[in-house]
């Protein structure tokens, strides 16, 4: 799957990601989830608000109901997880472009977390602003 098997069998370093596959999400989540990491969906064309973002995030990877939906408790939860993580995130530029702090916090929470040493990593999917981040072949 493009540039992903590679991920998966750690020949690339988790991170965040520009992704341009076309793949469907669930062919996506099965070649995860097959892998034995957890897989997380975010539909960004859905979710257009901070506060939508972090709320498909938490049901996503089904954060605990005490999550805070603030920046500071995702960073909790996402520290919590013990199974490498792949978040496949879709229309992320909405977000990006009309609440830039908002995204720009969000990037900060899942860079953060993808240097923890259990993997976990971000497919940034589809056209958006300009970004200093590596794509995913």
Request: aromatic share 8%; with cysteine; hydrophobic share 45%.
């Amino acid at each position: 799957m493009s540039g992903l098997a590679g991920l998966l069998a750690g020949h690339q370093e988790p991170g965040i990601y520009r992704w341009q596959a076309a793949f469907d999400a669930a062919d996506v989540r099965r070649t995860v989830e097959h892998a034995g990491a957890r897989f997380g969906h975010v539909d960004g064309w859905t979710h257009t608000s901070k506060t939508e973002t972090l709320d498909a995030f938490a049901l996503a990877l089904d954060l605990p109901e005490w999550f805070g939906r603030n920046l500071d408790a995702l960073a909790d939860c996402l520290r919590d997880l013990e199974d490498p993580v792949v978040v496949l995130w879709d229309g992320w530029a909405p977000l990006a472009r009309e609440d830039h702090d908002a995204f720009t916090g969000l990037l900060g929470v899942l860079a953060e977390r993808a240097t923890d040493p259990v993997p976990f990593s971000v497919l940034l999917r589809g056209d958006g602003p300009d970004l200093d981040i590596a794509a995913l072949g």
